[in-house]
T-cell receptor
Framework: DTGVSQNPRHKITKRGQNVTFRCDPISEHNRLYWYRQTLGQGPEFLTYFQNEAQLEKSRLLSDRFSAERPKGSFSTLEIQRTEQGDSAMYLC?????????????????FGPGTRLLVL | KQEVTQIPAALSVPEGENLVLNCSFTDSAIYNLQWFRQDPGKGLTSLLLIQSSQREQTSGRLNASLDKSSGRSTLYIAASQPGDSATYLCAVEADSWGKLQFGAGTQVVVTP
């Protein structure tokens, strides 16, 4: 069982640079979520995919953030013109939802996260 | 707007004692509630998922209860061990797409 994987695990960048993170979900899972977690807080929802369709985006996801899930497999999260406030752990999760968009009754499986530090 | 609160923020107990972790939420219209464990610098591991129609779930030394009407869930960990030291997070699923809303977590230290 490969679980959810995320790369890179750590990223240090300078303010103003662009960064891209990758998430590989559990292979049969059709739902994929991105969350952001800052120190001492619980994860906050960023965006959600059902297969390749991005169905919801949080207000936290400014226009500097973009996420894709081509072909409904892996997903990427890109942050353009990074700011120090973007420093956080970025978590990806996947689950198996039923077809037709009916709510999932499966738990979400989380990856190890990508820790971003913007200097 | 749904708010999820976990009290206390931190807890230290000697090995062998039972742990009681609390989670409260403001809107009872939830689909399910999940408890997760997070080790320092790591991702989240799912412990228990309680459907909105259920009152409790059990897995080994873990038992979680859910009272939707009062907006509360409690995670019990029996006979705590040093390996139980971690941050425990509760999350409610409040929409049909599975989006989770988390509390800030309770940091647990079990001393030998």
């Amino acid at each position: 069982d490969t679980g959810v994987s995320q790369n890179p695990r750590h990223k240090i960048t300078k303010r103003g640079q662009n960064v891209t993170f990758r998430c590989d979900p559990i292979s049969e899972h059709n739902r994929l979520y991105w969350y952001r977690q800052t120190l001492g807080q619980g994860p906050e929802f960023l965006t959600y995919f059902q297969n390749e369709a991005q169905l919801e985006k949080s207000r936290l996801l400014s226009d500097r953030f973009s996420a894709e899930r081509p072909k409904g497999s892996f997903s990427t999260l890109e942050i353009q013109r990074t700011e120090q406030g973007d420093s956080a752990m970025y978590l990806c999760a996947s689950s198996l939802g039923t077809s037709g968009g009916i709510r999932s009754q499966e738990t979400q499986y989380f990856g190890p996260g990508t820790r971003l530090l913007v200097l | 707007k749904q708010e999820v609160t976990q009290i206390p923020a931190a807890l230290s107990v000697p090995e062998g004692e039972n742990l009681v972790l609390n989670c409260s939420f403001t809107d009872s219209a939830i689909y399910n509630l999940q408890w997760f464990r997070q080790d320092p610098g790591k991702g989240l591991t799912s412990l228990l998922l309680i459907q909105s129609s259920q009152r409790e779930q059990t897995s080994g030394r873990l038992n979680a209860s859910l009272d939707k009407s009062s907006g509360r869930s409690t995670l019990y960990i029996a006979a705590s061990q040093p390996g139980d030291s971690a941050t425990y997070l509760c999350a409610v699923e409040a929409d049909s797409w599975g989006k989770l809303q988390f509390g800030a977590g309770t940091q647990v230290v079990v001393t030998p």
